[in-house]
Nanobody
């Protein structure tokens, strides 16, 4: 059984920073491409960015490019989302997901709330 647990969310002022963590248990992290998603009330869950399991290459949504950075520590089975220059529109519940061999994000964390005040 694979489990993902996010942490690090909270309340921050606009312009501030937060770092989210996603700890993976049950299977080695290096086997998965990992993604960070977010969902705000009334909106669909959107992909913020992801990091590949093999090369460590990353990709980001245009809305966060240049402000957010995804990294992974396979030895700690943890993936991170560093968020800088936060804006009120970044307010959402943030989820990490693991993409399996099926090509789908089959495993999800419970989410962590990020609130950015103006």
């Amino acid at each position: 059984q694979v489990q993902l647990v996010e942490s690090g969310g909270g309340l921050v002022q606009a312009g501030g920073s937060l770092r989210l963590s996603c700890a993976v248990s049950g299977r080695a992290l290096w086997k998965y491409t990992m993604g960070w998603f977010r969902q705000s009330p009334g909106k669909e869950r959107e992909l913020v960015g992801g990091i590949s399991w093999n090369s460590g290459s990353t990709g980001y949504a245009d809305s966060v490019k240049g402000r957010f950075t995804i990294s992974r520590d396979n030895a700690k089975n943890t993936v991170y989302l560093q968020m800088n220059s936060l804006k009120p529109e970044d307010t959402a519940v943030y989820y990490c997901g693991a993409r399996t061999e099926s090509g789908q994000y089959d495993y999800w964390g419970q989410g962590t709330q990020v609130t950015v005040s103006s």
